[in-house]
């Protein structure tokens, strides 16, 4: 936890930035798996993290502005919970920890919210994304999950603040990219030709669990890159293989690191491998290049576009005017997903209150396929912390799919294409956050990027 100034201020300024209203924080409770006291790993919600720090279930709070109050809402222990769960600090110290003097048992948060709707007062809340969300705002405010309407006004306050990472934020992070790099270093140490893929997946892990983070997200590592968010780890790698690898850990904080690299299953990657391999790390470097405060995320999308399609020409998979193969949409049939998205106390950082608010500043997403997966498209500010993820997939059925509706025919070479269907996926992924004339990246471990810095750890 930061020392409870960070979250005084943080709320201090959000009070200011919202001017009037109340307003409720969910936090988390356990999530069961199969049977109540089987639960999933707990994890709390990011902004009641991010304002209020404690990473307990069965909390919740309100900034009431209108009467400058902050309230935490929670139940004390009982001997039971302490007998199987152990003890834990009182209410009351749980929130002299964060600088809040006020608190009140669960029972009276519904007693609050209910005086303040008498008074004519708006309650304001966040996106419910979990079940349980969306039970306790029917039983607090009475309206049924169908008609729950998160705040705008709230998300875009506290998005306005979350978004640009401070130097604490920034540190934490740069941890958890420390040990998201040994993770992948380890993995790229280890495989070889015969090996499941969860051994590889068990290696990485444990490089977390050696440092007591948890997973930011679920680990892929797969000999299918092509399917982008694959998190199968049931097959054996074999010669001849691709292995894409999608993972990362957070801190005890909460703070994210994200990577992926794309290694042969053999020690070396074939002609044919190396040739895709290295217009991907083109598309990588120049967009680290481009990174800098002013700059539209969306423009350096463009720009590793192009050097994709440019790249798949020379290769003999594309043809035509590069510009147009990108404005129109063909270079999705290789690339059908952003470059990157915003990382914090999220993996995809507040993806919970829409990828157009945080990722758009608040303006419209395309509908064409590949560009509608851009998460982030903004102008770049510093203080703003994301991934650089370009891929190349070959991906059989969106082939065969485009293929029989003749689409692209201008720009896309099948005839060629049809004999890359076995080839899989390349994804690489560093973590970089803007600074005040450039960009710098997150971490201080370098995880091996070019085909001969992949050959020489393999
Ligand atoms: N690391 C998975 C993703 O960015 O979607
Ligand atoms: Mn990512």
Not at 101 to 127: C, F, N, S
Not at 178 to 187: D, E, G, L
Not at 239 to 259: K, V
Not at 398 to 425: A, C, P, S
Request: glycine share 8%; hydrophobic share 40%.
């Amino acid at each position: 936890m930061f020392k409870k100034e960070t979250y005084k201020q943080r709320r201090a300024l959000l009070k200011k930035a919202l001017g009037s209203g109340v307003y409720l924080f969910l936090g988390n409770d356990e999530l069961s798996l199969n049977y109540a006291d089987s639960t999933f790993r707990y994890r709390q919600d990011s902004s009641f993290l991010y304002f209020f720090g404690l990473s307990f279930a069965g909390l919740s709070a309100i900034i009431d502005v209108d009467e400058d109050k902050e309230i935490i809402f929670g139940n004390e222990l009982t001997i039971d919970d302490i007998v199987w769960m152990g003890v834990q600090p009182t209410l009351k110290e749980k929130s002299e920890m964060v600088g809040v003097t006020h608190t009140e048992p669960t029972v009276d948060l519904g007693t609050y919210l209910a005086r303040a709707q008498k008074q004519g007062r708006e309650i304001h809340y966040l996106p419910p994304y979990r079940p349980e969300h969306q039970l306790k705002l029917m039983d607090l405010l009475g309206i049924k999950p169908a008609a729950q309407k998160a705040s705008y006004k709230f998300m875009e306050a506290i998005c306005n603040q979350r978004i640009y990472k401070s130097d604490e934020e920034l540190a934490e992070i740069d941890k958890a990219c420390n040990v998201t790099a040994q993770m992948h270093i380890a993995a790229m140490k280890m495989l070889r030709p015969g090996m499941k893929e969860y051994e590889v997946v068990a290696e990485m892990e444990a490089v977390a669990a050696r440092n007591n983070y948890e997973l930011s997200f679920a680990t892929i590592a797969t000999i299918n890159g092509q399917t982008l968010h694959n998190h199968y780890h049931g097959n054996t790698a074999k010669s001849g293989q691709l292995f894409l690898i999608d993972a990362g850990c957070e801190t005890e904080m909460g703070y994210a690191g994200d990577m992926s690299s794309t290694v042969p299953v053999d020690k070396t990657f074939t002609a044919r491998q190396k040739a895709v391999y290295d217009i991907q790390n083109r598309m990588h470097l120049e967009s680290v290049k481009a990174l800098k405060p002013g700059v539209s995320y969306e423009s350096v999308y463009d720009l590793s576009a192009s050097v994709m399609v440019d790249g798949l020409k020379d290769l003999g998979l594309m043809k035509g005017n590069t510009e147009d193969a990108v404005r129109e949409g063909a270079h999705a049939m290789f690339y059908p997903h952003g470059l990157g998205h915003m990382m914090g106390l999220d993996v995809h950082d507040m993806e919970n209150f829409g990828e157009e608010l945080v990722g758009y500043a608040g303006g419209k997403k395309s509908t064409q396929f590949g560009r509608k997966s851009l998460r982030l498209a903004r102008e770049l500010e510093p203080g703003f912390v994301f991934t650089i993820e370009p891929g190349i997939y070959f991906i059989p059925d969106l082939i065969d799919l485009w293929r029989g509706q003749n689409k692209f025919m201008d720009f896309i070479n099948y005839d060629v294409l049809e004999t890359y269907k076995d080839f899989g996926g390349i994804r690489n992924e560093e973590d970089y956050v803007i600074t005040k004339d450039g960009a710098r990246r997150m971490g201080s471990l370098y995880v091996p990027l070019t085909t001969e810095e992949v050959e020489a750890i393999r």
